[in-house]
Structure formats: C-alpha cells, structure tokens
C-alpha cells in the first residue's frame, strides 16, 4: 500500500536561516511525488514535483525538494526562510502501480505546520 | 487557480439530515476528488472519480456517497449527518496520471453539524 509519513507535526526557524520539512514515503514501484501548502483558510496549493530525472526538484517561492531513493525521502527545503512561509506543508504521493480504479489516488502525509519568526 | 467552484462555502446543518456539497470544474479533467480535513489527521480520502459514473471509495467513505453523472460535477451527499462529519471538506482534480499530473485544489466548504 502507498503511505507517506511526515515526522514533525511542527517545524520553526528563524527568518533568513535554511528550513527543512521532512517527507517519507512508501510506495510499489517508482513514485510520483508532491509537496503543497495551505494557508490559513484556503485551499491546497501546488508547489512542486518530482517525476524522474534529477534528485533536485525545483519549485514555486523559492522552494526546492531533494528525491532519496536509498532512503525513500523527499525532504522539501528552502536556503533562507521568510516569515511568510509560515502555512501547513503536505507531502503527497501518486499511486501509479494500481490497476483499475485505484490508479491516480493520492496519498497525503499528515502536514506539517512550519513556523518562521521574525 | 485552477477552475474549481466548491458550494456551498459554509453550512451549519443539524444531526440526522442530508447533506450535499457541490464541485463544479470548467477544465474538463478526468480525475475528482473529495477529501476531509481534520486536525491531527491531515487530507483523507472519501471518495473518488476516474470517470464520468466511474466512482471509487477512498479510506472514510462510510457515511458518504457520490454521483459524477458529468465531467464538470462532483457531488458528495452525507446521508444522515452525524456530529463526526464536523470537519472541512476540499474537491480536487487532476487531468489525469501521466507525467505526474498535480491535483488543484478548491477552496474548501466548511461543514458544522450541530
């Protein structure tokens, strides 16, 4: 079964120093993998996604996401944190080994909510 | 964003009455979803459409069912809704599975039965 974990409920950082929001995944085969953020009273929004090719996945805002296959990880980063960064962080992953009417689900870990103070 | 309309936004509904809540998407896209949102528990599914009258359940569909008699709509109706429905409820959709397609989220509807 296709499963992602996230291991901090929270996460805080200073302004300006590098942040981290940790991603594991389970899946059958290779995965598709997802990062989104919501913030206060909205909906998910699309920040980025690794498919194939380099471990580096770079996307929206500044974000980038860094693919271990060793360690069946996709670890969502960003150099230097701002104070509008802080929202909830979900890791999501695609089921792309189903058969049938399953093939497309997808999977969210449980958020992390990051914290970036001034 | 993506061309996703959930209704209403906002409804406060007493226990034992259905409950139906509304997606609506103008870019024709294969795949809709109905998830919930809770504290503690992140995005579950509840159900799913690969296809118009092609439905599946996800992992807390008791207590839901859905119709998808068009592409463009997706309705979710809770057929006696209980106090553990409270939650807030997200439609996304998706064009498909290949090359990884991303899901787009709406707005949410925030649903309180009291």
């Known amino acids: 079964a296709q499963s992602v974990a996230q291991p901090e409920d929270q996460v805080n950082v200073a302004e300006g120093n590098p942040l981290t929001v940790k991603c594991t995944y389970s899946v059958s085969g290779n995965p598709y993998l997802f990062w989104y953020v919501q913030y206060p009273n909205r909906g998910l929004q699309f920040l980025l996604k690794y498919i194939t090719g380099d471990n580096l996945v770079k996307g929206s805002y500044g974000f980038e996401a860094e693919f271990n296959k060793s360690q069946t990880s996709f670890h969502l980063k960003k150099p230097s944190a701002l104070v509008s960064d802080s929202a909830l962080y979900f890791c999501a992953v695609r089921d792309i080994a189903g058969r049938g009417s399953t093939l497309g689900r997808l999977y969210f870990g449980r958020g992390t909510q990051l914290t970036v103070w001034p | 964003d993506a061309g996703i309309t959930q209704s209403p936004r906002h409804k406060v509904t007493e226990t034992g009455t259905p409950v139906t809540l509304r997606c609506h998407q103008t870019?024709?896209?294969?795949?809709m979803y109905w998830y919930r949102q809770d504290p503690g528990h992140g995005l579950r599914l509840i159900h799913y459409s690969y296809g118009v009258k092609d439905t599946d359940k996800g992992e807390v569909s008791d207590g839901y069912s859905v119709s998808r008699s068009k592409t463009e709509d997706f309705l979710l109706t809770l057929e006696s809704a209980t106090s553990s429905q409270t939650s807030v409820y997200f439609c996304?959709?998706?064009?498909?599975?290949?090359?990884?397609?991303?899901?787009?989220f709406g707005q949410g509807t925030r649903l309180t039965v009291v």
């Open positions: 870019e024709n896209h294969r795949y």
């Open positions: 996304a959709i998706s064009p498909g599975t290949g090359e990884g397609s991303e899901a787009f």
